[in-house]
Nanobody
Framework: QVQLVESGGGLVQPGGSLRLSCAAS????????MTWYRQAPGKERELVAA???????NYADSVKGRFTISRDNAKNTVYLQMNSLKSEDTAVYYC????????????WGQGTQVTVSS
């Protein structure tokens, strides 16, 4: 059973920073990609940033230059460093992992709340 556990969310003022963590219960080498999504109230879930097993990265235009996704293979953890936070970044942030072993499997974490407000 694969588990993803997010942490690091909280309340931060505009312009501040947070670092989210997503710890996996298995080796993250087994995943094709790991992705951060977010969902704000009344909106659809959207991709924020993704990192592949070989280190390729992809970002939503709205976070380019402010957010950085990284991975620590030894700790089986993926991070999302969020700088210059804006009120529109307020959302529940979810970690997602995808792997293909015979068939494609997708796993989700429980989410962590990020609130950007003064």
């Amino acid at each position: 059973q694969v588990q993803l556990v997010e942490s690091g969310g909280g309340l931060v003022q505009p312009g501040g920073s947070l670092r989210l963590s997503c710890a996996a219960s298995v080796s993250i080498f087994s995943f094709n990609a790991m992705t951060w999504y977010r969902q704000a109230p009344g909106k659809e879930r959207e991709l924020v940033a993704a990192i592949t097993s070989v280190g390729g990265r992809n970002y939503a235009d709205s976070v380019k230059g402010r957010f950085t996704i990284s991975r620590d293979n030894a700790k089986n953890t993926v991070y999302l460093q969020m700088n210059s936070l804006k009120s529109e970044d307020t959302a529940v942030y979810y970690c997602n992992a995808e792997r293909t072993i015979v068939r494609t499997q997708v796993f989700w974490g429980q989410g962590t709340q990020v609130t950007v407000s003064s």
